[in-house]
């Protein structure tokens, strides 16, 4: 019960009136709806109607009909239903349409039927039987009771005319592509060139068919990937976002120390400026004070010997009054200079410099499949220390999130390994018979890798240390060309070298230029039959003889050229 209700719902019910079908018909594009359904939106079409032609409701895909020039409702009513939606409603449909009395429903009632006609196929009611009956081209039919004999209802629905409902389709006309009675094609085909048999199409009806399948198939998978890359895209935006917004918080930090940093100098400056001044002004008011107490002294001794009239006391402090004015000038020197500490600010200016402070800059980084964008350099490796025989070829991994390159010493038989990110080398290399030639990324992180002179393919898994897998034995076989590029003039072709794809099917390809002039070196970008799109490199971007070419997952295109590798991103 649960599979019929769920192929009801979903393949059983009209997306227009989202009831199960009533009389459907197929078109062209292989959708399906209720004719009444069609008939109904076909009217509300003026391009369908103008085209003499069918819009589907979902696709908009226009379907051909034998007779453009008749009534839309003919028209409609020319739609043959698909056999196997009708054979699916025929297994599983509701009793309540699919066992209708057929001349009811076309009066848009939903009369049950109680007997079945096996040569028109078609429900009928009781007072429907007696006019089924009373027509003489339909009262030898065998009609059988649906209570009793519903086990004889034919899985697979009988393939009748829709125009002739005694006479069966045992013809196709090739050149309209519809098949049909004999009738039909005595009327309305006599014209037509080429008519065969029903009998005679099925092996290439069938063969079409399932080459059709196996299409739909990949369109399928591609769809699928689609969506699950699509879905890989999401998710690495949006923990990218939050990586970006980290860097931006520490940088923000960065420069909040500094001001953080000048504050306190300007605070340090400040408390050794005051405490300076302040010992400065301490000293002097203690020598203050002691000249204070020598004052008052003499005061009492002079203010004494004046109220006591003595002669004597008088002239003694007398010979002393010139001496203290000396004293008296010789300390006014000793005073401090005035000088005050003040903080001087230009609020404009640091607002100015605060709005010059970048924090850093977001960009939206293209790719490849943009076939306007530009290279940027982004990094140069070195690896003059790794290999010291020069690049052949490598291919890049991402290794629990970090990068990798692996590449190829060919004098010394083995795998080198180069971490990106802290740009070292691994140590432990992976040792092979003789020289590896050529690499290729299967899947995740696994390679294959030719070795020509021992005849074989090394598959290797990278976990991240090179782990030997197993060796397939080789021997030289005649392929057929994918592609051909044989481009003359500025565009040929002096010394092609490394070869890859995009993610969308276009083709990189390496030319290294001459030996003598190195002006020719560039990497081509073509599309996937090997027509020219553009130079996405030149001379003029400092390539000098580029040998290798990969792309990784991230759309980082890697340029290998003698000892060096250039790693460019695209805006």
Known sequence: MATAKKLTDNHLTCVICTEVFTDPATLQCNHTFCKSCLLKYTKTQSEAIQAKSILCPSCRQQTKVTNPD??????????????VIQSLMDDFGGSQDVDACSVCKEDGQRTPGTTWCTTCDDFFC???????KKMPLSRDHEVLDVHIHINRKPKVRSFMCRIHKDEKIKLFCKDCRVSMCYVCCSIKHRKCDDVETIDAMMPLVKETLVNETRNQEKKI???TDNISSTNSKIEELTTSAQE???????VRMVATDVLVRKEKELLVRIDKLTESRVQELTAYRKSQDIDLQMEQQRFEFTDKAVTSNRVADMFDMYESVDGASRDEDASEDRRPQTSSIIFVQDTEKLMRSVDDVMLGEIKVVGGLSDRTSSPVLMETIDFSGVVPNGLRDFVVFAVNGVRIIIVLDFCGGRLCMYYVPNKTSLKKHLQLPCGPAGKVKVSGTKAAVTVPFAQEIAFIKFDPEPILQSNVKTKRNDGQAVFTFTPGGDRALESPGGITSTSTGDILLVDSG????????????????GQFVRDVLTAQDDQWSPIGIRLDDDGLLYVASGLCMEIFGFI
């Open 70 to 83: 008749s009534p839309v409702e003919e028209r409609v009513s020319q739609l043959k239903p698909s056999h």
């Open 126 to 132: 009781d007072g429907c039987l007696k006019l089924h």
């Open 221 to 223: 998978q591609t769809y």
């Open 244 to 250: 970006m917004k980290d860097e931006v918080r520490k």
């Open 514 to 529: 001459s030996m003598f002039a190195y002006s020719g070196s560039k990497v081509i970008q073509l599309t996937e039959s």
